[in-house]
């Protein structure tokens, strides 16, 4: 049972082109929804984050859209950059019950062109 | 301050050979984990843990084991290889704050093929 479902799997983006990344949710539990970039040959780092008392948090070029009620939030990378060519991952976690388990979705590879 | 550190790196095995990955935090994180990472399913928790002394498993236990006998050290030993093991594995740590949650911090992971 995949409890985060990702899309698109992959996405080509000319530079200075928004690039949009969804994910949906089951688990009305989950408290806390983190974006992680990674590189290739590199682990995953952690880009942006949100909890669901909020519907949108930006940081830089990077937003999070949150839908409570859909169960589906969203990564924004405006102003798109080569440099932003990676490999995104949505995850969700139960802050709350302090196990700090964190399901990740699927994956979406980013190519930004030139 | 070397942040997580996995190894080795790179690895190959043959199937019922058993090994142990190493993963070392400085950090003075509590919390630990394991994932794995196979294309087109992102990374699934492997086992986790909240503290020395305490682990728990995650979505994919199975021919993996762990221990966790000090704070730094978290070490995934497979058990008897399988080709279906082939995959890059990562370790993870973060603070373990009640009602809290911070980023995690991932090593470089440890990429095993097993023939």
């Known amino acids: 049972q995949q409890q985060v479902k990702q899309s698109p799997q992959s996405l080509i983006v000319q530079k200075g082109g928004i690039s949009i990344i969804n994910c949906a949710y089951e688990?009305?539990?989950?408290?806390?929804f983190p974006w992680y970039q990674q590189f290739p040959g590199k682990g995953p780092a952690l880009l942006i984050a949100?909890?669901?008392?909020?519907s949108e948090k930006k940081e830089g070029r990077f937003t999070i859209s949150f839908n409570k009620s859909a169960k589906q939030f969203s990564l924004h990378i405006m102003d798109s950059q080569p440099g932003d060519s990676a490999t995104y991952f949505c995850?969700?976690?139960?802050?709350?019950?302090?196990?700090?388990?964190?399901?990740f979705g699927q994956g979406t590879t980013l190519q930004v062109k030139p | 301050n070397a942040g997580v550190t996995q190894t080795p790196k790179f690895q190959v095995l043959k199937t019922g050979q058993s090994m142990t990955l190493q993963c070392a935090q400085d950090?003075?994180?509590?919390?630990m984990s394991w994932y794995r990472q196979d294309p087109g399913m992102g990374l699934r928790l492997i086992h986790y843990?909240?503290?020395?002394?305490?682990?728990d498993q995650g979505e994919v236990p199975n021919g993996y084991n762990v221990s966790r006998s000090t704070t730094e050290d978290f070490p995934l030993r497979l058990l008897s290889a399988a080709p279906s093991q082939t995959s890059v594995y990562f370790c993870?740590?973060?603070?373990?704050?009640?009602?809290?949650?911070?980023?995690?911090?991932f090593g470089s992971g440890t990429r095993l093929t097993v023939v």
């Open positions: 843990s909240v503290g020395a002394g305490i682990t």
């Open positions: 950090m003075n994180h509590e919390y």
């Open positions: 688990n009305t539990a989950f408290d806390y």
């Open positions: 993870a740590s973060t603070k373990n704050i009640r009602g809290a949650n911070y980023g995690y911090t």
């Open positions: 995850a969700a976690t139960y802050g709350s019950s302090n196990t700090g388990k964190l399901i």
């Open positions: 949100i909890r669901p008392d909020v």
